[in-house]
């Protein structure tokens, strides 16, 4: 088994029936700004930080009210390093920028491990720009 390595926090999501009024606050009162990715549902919003945040609507994310993903180097390993820890882990999906997976942890909640697509990479700084 190999180790994963977890570069940091780069996705949180929730899931709600007041989905308008929660893209409205983040936008209006957050100052947040709203972004789109090809693939994906839900109301995205660009942090400085290079994260997302993105509100969906209710089971929009599956089955969880929230989501967290964590940034992996490489999606593959970690998926095999977390079955064979016993995690109940899904498939390998992905969208315009990143592959990603959900599984479960032993808190029995549901968290995302997420890898960026290359060509999202700046050469300047090797950061994402959304």
Known sequence: MTNMRILGLVFAGSSTSNRQEMTDFLHNTLSLEPTQVEGVEADLFALPDGSTFAVASPAGMGDTPRSIGF???????????????????????????????????????LYELVERKPLHLTSADSKITR
């Open 71 to 109: 940034l992996v180097d490489n999606l593959t390993e970690a998926a095999e390093t977390l079955r064979a820890s016993g995690a109940t882990v899904g498939p390998i999906a992905e969208n315009a920028q990143e592959r990603y997976l959900h599984f479960r942890a032993p808190d029995a909640q």
